[in-house]
């Protein structure tokens, strides 16, 4: 079963950056499309972002193209999002789960990590 560690999230104004992490174990981390999702309370979870397994094709949701910017290192299991130009919308608990393209857009997951939070706020 898949481990998944996020960190990263923290308290920022308009404008400013974050690096988030995920630390993954429990799989061949190499094999797997890999995504990060937030949910703010009382919405949806929303798939922000994903990478393929060979890191050679990103995808990004509108709300976040030209802002945020997928990475992975498959030599340390990690992915990372780089977030720039931050807003307040963007204010939410973000999540990374990885597996096959379809089940990153489905997100039939049989298991989440705890999240790191983002605040976004002046």
């Known amino acids: 079963q898949m481990q998944l560690v996020e960190s990263g999230g923290g308290l920022v104004q308009p404008g400013g950056s974050l690096r988030l992490s995920c630390v993954v174990s429990?799989?061949?981390?190499?094999?797997?499309?890999m995504g990060w999702y937030r949910q703010a309370p009382g919405k949806q979870c929303e798939l922000v972002a994903f990478i393929i397994s060979g890191g050679g094709t990103t995808v990004y949701g509108d709300s976040v193209k030209g802002r945020f910017t997928i990475s992975r290192d498959n030599a340390k299991n990690t992915l990372y999002l780089q977030m720039n130009s931050l807003k307040p919308e963007d204010t939410a608990v973000y999540y990374c789960?990885?597996?096959?393209?379809?089940?990153?857009?489905?997100?039939?997951?049989?298991?989440w990590g705890q999240g790191t939070q983002v605040t976004v706020s002046s």
């Open positions: 789960n990885g597996g096959t393209i379809a089940t990153l857009n489905s997100k039939e997951f049989s298991s």
């Open positions: 429990g799989t061949i981390f190499s094999r797997n499309a």
